[in-house]
């Protein structure tokens, strides 16, 4: 197979949903197809239950699981398919921001019976400001949930998206009988026991057919003939370029956990989803077909054995090939470096490969050279996009408490942060250190691995922070901007790149201090131009 031919049969993409909609149950199922499992049950769910153990032991346990769950990939029907893992938890919503940095398409997983759920909604909100294309799939269709066509309109209107139906289901709960498959004009009929076989569905493709009578009884049928007449009035027709432009979004019904309407999704998506996409670097438009390699951390993984300093850093391959043994450049260290063990990714194993291809997810050991959103090329000096950091929720300041330990506890802090466990900002005035986070999980979680891990102690002060601004002046030399220094010196401080960052207590104060001095600009994100 050459070059383009490999490029062209990579899919990756990543699941996203609220938790508990059924994101593991589905990513199973999808990896019984591709035949990388035997059985259900095999992918562990990264979520983070709460139950007798304390949270951030729970995260620990998580933490192991989601090395092996990080990238899930498969062949099926020729294509090579990389699930990239997104934690479903709000504290996390950060990881999976990047990871979405890292994917060519999602699906999204939305529970019948609740409906568009708010993690949902935050997430789908950045696949769209990203134009990544979006397939809806409605899960849990065995039980009784809202009615179809209410929920294509919850998905419209919350998720600000534009469905268009390619299954539909035929009853729901106790009344569920299957589903139109309208992509392929096939019906599936749901037995209730098909949970590890894959059927294959009845041609059909006239509903008004009389045949459907039989099969599904006069009710059904003729509930299901006006129901598709609806859709094909309401809602435009499938085309794959709107698809792939993020201006329309197929939606599939069915059930992952009886492994209903699975494979129809599935067929579906190795049809419209798209290879490996192009990606924005600050000086050009990197191609997935160029020869040369190019790539970027999205994700590391840190200290999974205390005992060594392990990491494993994520590197989606953006172009090119990249190879064993062979030197590359560290764009931001201006460093050349070469990988003697690069793993690939296959179902819950990795393994050592000598070459990885566009879509391909790359984990390269690392003794701490890495950062997230750091470019690897084989010599051109050029940085990828896209990997902003979000203003964090929540922020403390962070006290050494074991003085014996300061340099552990720099060496900690700085490598979590690399790592995107939390942002460190630290402030102008006195050199105080203020973590900031987007949930207050984290706070314990980095308590609890300064210690494990770095053998270092550190205690929280509060602090009132409403909001990280980073701070753009139209002029760094004009009057208003050394005004505004002056007059804020108390809440500036520097991120870890050395940008500044305004620490502004309340969202009335954001307002003033932008009305005050409008030609210093407030941004909510670390990446503004
Ligand atoms: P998540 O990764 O999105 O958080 O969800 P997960 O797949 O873990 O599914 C959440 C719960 O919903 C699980 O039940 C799972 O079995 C169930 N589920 C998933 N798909 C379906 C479906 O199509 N129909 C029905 N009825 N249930 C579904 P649980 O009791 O929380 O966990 P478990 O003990 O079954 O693992």
């Not at 709460?50 to 699981?65: H, L, N, P, W, Y």
């Not at 979006?134 to 998720?159: P, S, T, Y």
């Not at 749901?190 to 039989?214: A, R, W, Y």
């Not at 980095?446 to 922070?465: F, M, P, T, W």
């Amino acid at each position: 197979m050459d070059f383009l031919e490999e490029i062209e049969r990579r899919r990756t993409f990543g699941i996203i949903s609220h938790p508990d909609a059924g994101k593991t149950t589905l990513t199973e199922k999808l990896l019984l197809y591709g035949g990388a499992i035997q059985e259900a049950g095999a992918v562990k769910s990264n979520k983070i239950k709460k139950g007798a153990t304390s949270d951030f032991m729970e995260i620990e346990r998580q933490r192991g699981i989601s090395v092996a769950t990080s990238v899930l990939a498969f062949i099926y029907k020729g294509k090579k398919i990389n699930i990239l893992d997104t934690p479903g938890h709000k504290d996390f919503a950060e990881d999976t921001f990047r990871t979405l940095t890292a994917v060519d398409s999602v699906i999204v997983v939305i529970d019948v019976a609740k409906g568009v759920e708010v993690q949902t909604e935050k997430l789908v909100k950045v696949c769209r400001m990203r134009k990544i294309p979006i397939i809806v799939f409605i899960n849990k269709l065995d039980r009784e949930g809202k009615d179809a066509f209410d929920l294509l309109d919850e998905v419209e209107q919350k998720l600000g998206l534009k469905v268009v139906p390619l299954s539909f289901p035929i009853g729901m709960g106790y009344d569920f009988k299957g589903i139109y498959n309208l992509w392929d004009k096939k019906l599936n009929i749901f037995s209730g026991d098909v949970k590890q076989t894959v059927s294959e569905g009845i041609e059909f493709t006239d509903v008004n057919n009389p045949e459907l009578d039989e099969i599904i009884g006069e009710t059904f049928a003729n509930t299901l003939r006006e129901e598709i007449e609806l859709v094909e009035e309401v809602y435009p027709k499938f085309n794959k370029e709107d698809y792939l432009n993020g201006d329309l979004q197929p939606v599939f019904f069915g059930s992952a956990l009886n492994n209903f309407g699975v494979k129809e999704l599935l067929d579906c998506f190795i049809e419209i989803a798209p290879p490996p996409q192009p990606k924005t670097s600050n000086i050009r438009l990197v191609d997935s077909k160029e020869e040369k390699f190019t790539g970027f951390v999205f994700k590391i993984h840190a200290n999974m054995d205390p005992k060594h300093r392990d990491r494993l850093a994520f590197i989606k391959v953006v172009s090119g090939i990249f190879k064993r043994n062979v030197n590359y450049l560290h764009v931001k260290q201006g460093k050349k470096m070469k990988f003697s063990s690069p793993n690939a990714f296959f179902a819950e194993k990795k393994e050592i490969v000598d070459e990885s291809f566009p879509g391909d997810i790359v984990g390269l050991h690392d003794t701490g050279n890495f950062k997230i959103g750091d470019t690897l090329t084989e010599g051109e000096i050029l940085e990828f996009k896209g990997i902003p950091s979000f203003s964090p929720e929540h922020f403390r300041y962070v006290n050494n408490a074991d003085p014996m330990k300061s340099k552990q506890l720099a060496k900690g802090l700085d490598q979590l942060m690399d790592e995107g466990v939390a942002q460190l900002f630290t402030l102008d005035l006195n050199g105080r250190k203020v973590i900031g986070t987007v949930g207050a999980l984290q706070f314990e979680v980095i308590q609890y691995r300064l210690e494990h891990e770095y053998g270092a102690k550190c205690s929280y002060d509060n602090l009132n922070v409403h909001k990280a601004c980073w701070v753009e002046p139209e002029d760094a030399h004009n009057d208003e901007f050394k005004e505004f220094k002056r007059i804020k010196q108390r809440y500036l401080a520097k991120d870890k790149k050395g940008q500044l960052v305004f620490l502004a207590d309340s969202a009335f104060t954001v307002q003033m201090t932008q009305d005050k001095y409008p030609t210093v600009q407030l941004h909510f994100v670390s990446e503004f131009k």
